[in-house]
């Protein structure tokens, strides 16, 4: 069974660092595209950005490039989202999804729980 | 980018009844990756369809889609209780694989 488990909600402060992760099991890890979706409060759904873990290869959306950093750790199956500076702006629920297939191209079919992030003096 | 728009915003309907909800792309979809996923408060999306017409694992027959090129469709043949969410589409031809901005279903 493919799981995809999140660490749990974060409250920082503007201007502080966080990295948040998304711990897989039931699969092949190298071998499949995951990536991350943010949903501000009462908002709709933005794709963000994956990674290949295989080779390493990322596509990030252009709204959120230099502002997060995509990355994978294929000894424990983990992909992660960071920040360096925190803004209240980034204030939201964080998914982890997993494509379908070994293509960039396949739908998102496995979702972790979701992460909150709280950005607040 | 490829923006999506999708209507209508909101939608007020009953058990039983049947449903089309618009999803329009910008710009042609390339070999028809279109998704599209059901969320409920407080819960991660689902996937539904993907392909633009192909149903998903263990997703029920009432729902189905179809389109191609700009214009995609998601069909709920007769509305279930357990319906009442809100409805994603979403492209996975060009990077960024850009969402549209939601469609809300609710109870009338």
Sequence with gaps: ?121 | EIVLTQSPGTLSLSPGERVTLSCRASQSVSSSYLAWYQQKRGQAPRLLIYDASSRATGIPDRFSGSGSGTDFTLTISRLEPEDFAVYYCQQCGSSPYTFGQGTNLEIK
Aim: hydrophobic residues 30%; negative net charge.
């Design chain 1, 1 to 121: 069974e493919v799981q995809l488990v999140q660490s749990g909600a974060e409250v920082k402060k503007p201007g502080e660092s966080l990295k948040i992760s998304c711990e897989t099991s039931g699969y092949s890890f190298t071998n499949y595209w995951i990536g991350w979706v943010r949903q501000m409060p009462g908002k709709g759904l933005e794709w963000m950005a994956i990674i290949y873990p295989g080779d390493s290869d990322i596509k990030y959306n252009p709204s959120f490039q230099g502002q997060v950093t995509i990355s994978a750790d294929n000894s424990i199956s983990t992909a992660y989202l960071q920040w360096s500076s925190l803004e209240a702006s980034d204030t939201a629920i964080y998914y982890c999804a997993r494509h379908a297939g070994g293509s960039s191209h396949g739908p998102l079919k496995y979702w972790g729980q979701g992460t909150l992030v709280t950005v607040s003096s």
